[in-house]
């Protein structure tokens, strides 16, 4: 059964940082397309970033966030920094047997139950 367990997130200042963890179980990440998407209240769910034959990051994390995967663990990682509320969303990871699917959210088949981020003062 391919599953998907989030962990990592929490309550964070504005300018701090959260690691963000998506454990994979009942396939092997190698072969999939995998990523991290959010959503807050009262907006639309965006493709934070992906990794599959590419890397992909949304425009507003540029530069702030870091996608890795340990093919060893089966996880992938969100090293978020410099957080702004802005990014208070719930976050999602997801994942697709399609090595090259794009980081939209309609080409994912398989989610997480999603970990709550709040960057709050």
């Known amino acids: 059964q391919v599953q998907l367990v989030e962990s990592g997130g929490g309550l964070v200042q504005p300018g701090g940082s959260l690691r963000l963890s998506c454990a994979a179980s009942g396939f092997t990440l190698d072969y999939y397309a995998i990523g991290w998407f959010r959503q807050a209240p009262g907006k639309e769910r965006e493709g934070v970033s992906c990794i599959s034959s590419s890397t992909y990051y949304a425009d507003s994390v540029k530069g702030r966030f870091t996608i890795s995967r340990d093919n060893a663990k089966n996880t992938v990682y969100l090293q978020m920094n410099s957080l702004k509320p802005e990014d208070t969303a719930v976050y999602h990871c997801?994942?697709?047997?399609?090595?090259?699917?794009?980081?939209?959210?309609?080409?994912?088949?398989?989610w997480g139950q999603g970990t709550q981020v709040t960057v709050s003062s």
């Open positions: 997801a994942t697709v047997p399609n090595p090259w699917a794009a980081c939209r959210d309609y080409e994912y088949t398989v």
